[in-house]
């Protein structure tokens, strides 16, 4: 539990503060989604207990600094954000990094969070990084929070099923390190991804999340 994390009131009015603190709700569902996902595909490439913990904190935090962009995101529903503004929010892994700078968190869980949007192929954000440049804990976070969202409902999509987010994203494998998107594969067919699977489909049924550490 990370009890210093809180979210201030949001200035809104009393029907869009609702709205608002659904979407951060669902925030908080893919950070667990996430967590438990890297931890295992860290498990999966067998790195120490130590570094699969690490990833499970990056993956819970990696969002943060979206609370930054409360009125770019949250209560939009179905409104398109306008380019600028996307400019904007790209800037939320950076936002993470400098929130959380300020506390002991490790070099690992910082630089993870801070490139978990670089694509292996170089065509990511924020430093366009390439294949092996890009940190490793940072490349396990892209696997999971892609796979994340996609079986996750969004405002303008219900949630894939698990075999389509998959499929999904072997068309678009150039994004990822070929070696750890093989341990993932590995990992959403072991006995292990089952209680994680258990909570994506509390996700889309609304009920409540946990670590599963």
């Not at 990511?124 to 929070?145: E, F, S």
């Not at 996750?152 to 999509?157: E, G, H, I, V």
């Amino acid at each position: 539990m990370v009890d210093f994390l809180t979210i201030e009131e949001l200035q809104y009015n009393d029907e869009m503060a609702d709205i608002a603190n659904e979407d951060l709700v669902e925030g908080i569902r893919h950070g667990i989604i996430v967590s438990n996902l890297a931890r295992l595909l860290a498990m999966k490439l067998n790195m120490e207990d130590i570094y699969c913990y690490e990833m499970a904190k990056a993956g819970l935090l990696h969002d943060i600094g979206k609370l930054r962009l409360s009125k770019y995101l949250y209560g939009r529903k179905k409104n398109v954000l306008q380019i600028e503004e996307m400019k904007y929010v790209r800037k939320h892994s950076e936002f993470s990094y400098d929130i959380l700078s300020k506390y002991e968190f490790s070099p690992l869980i910082l630089e993870s969070i801070y490139h978990h949007h670089e694509n292996f192929d170089g065509s990511g954000y924020p430093d366009n990084l390439k294949g092996y440049d890009i940190p490793k804990g940072a490349r396990i976070l892209r696997t999971c929070d892609v796979f994340a969202a996609l079986v996750s409902d969004r405002p303008y999509r219900e949630a894939f099923e698990i075999e389509t987010a998959v499929e999904l994203m072997i068309d678009e494998v150039k994004n990822f390190d070929m070696e750890i998107f093989l341990a993932f594969l590995e990992m959403v067919h072991s006995a292990e991804f089952v209680k994680i699977k258990s909570i994506i489909e509390s996700n889309k049924q609304h009920e409540e999340l946990k670590l599963i550490m």
